[in-house]
């Protein structure tokens, strides 16, 4: 099985970026935790990170010739990208939302997901634990339908 990770806009900022509400870990630690994650449940994981909608819609599309699911943290595209959205919805892989925050605690633009409706399940408000929380989820999703 092997699992796409898919990290929006400014996630590689982490470590510096408000660390009052994002944390200090860097990508690169979360990344570490999830590759350890992945051996211990067996599967394989590719990680990608861009800033661009249009790049992001591209590693979506190559997924589904690659990847047996998806797991993705959109960031600010979680809450107007109809695009992304439609991208997930068209190539049909079960796919897990997460976020750093708790997105419902937040300002009121970041209530509303506009990728919830395309995926499976969302986890929100765990820091990187969010990602490890939701590799697990996806894992049993793809292994157990
Ligand atoms: C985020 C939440 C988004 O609202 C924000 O724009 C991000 C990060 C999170 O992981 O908490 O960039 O997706």
Do not use: W
């Not at 699992?3 to 510096?16: A, C, D, E, F, M």
């Not at 200090?24 to 990680?47: F, M, N, P, R, Y």
């Amino acid at each position: 099985m092997k699992l796409h990770i898919i990290h929006g806009p400014n996630l590689n900022l982490l470590g510096t970026r408000e660390t009052a509400v994002y944390g200090a870990e860097t990508l690169k630690e979360i990344d570490g935790k999830c590759a350890a994650l992945a051996s211990e449940l067996g599967v394989e994981i590719e990680i990608s990170q861009s800033n661009s909608e249009g790049e992001i819609i591209d590693i979506i599309h190559a997924a589904k010739h690659n990847a047996d699911g998806i797991l993705i943290n959109p960031g600010a595209y979680t809450h107007y990208s109809y695009a992304i959205r439609d991208a997930l919805a068209a190539v049909k892989l079960p796919a897990v939302e997460v976020h750093l925050s708790n997105i419902q605690a937040r300002e009121d633009f970041r209530h509303e997901s506009v990728i919830a409706p395309v995926a499976a399940g969302q986890i929100a408000g765990f820091g990187a634990n969010s990602y490890l929380l939701g590799l697990r989820a996806l894992a049993e999703l793809v292994r157990n339908g």
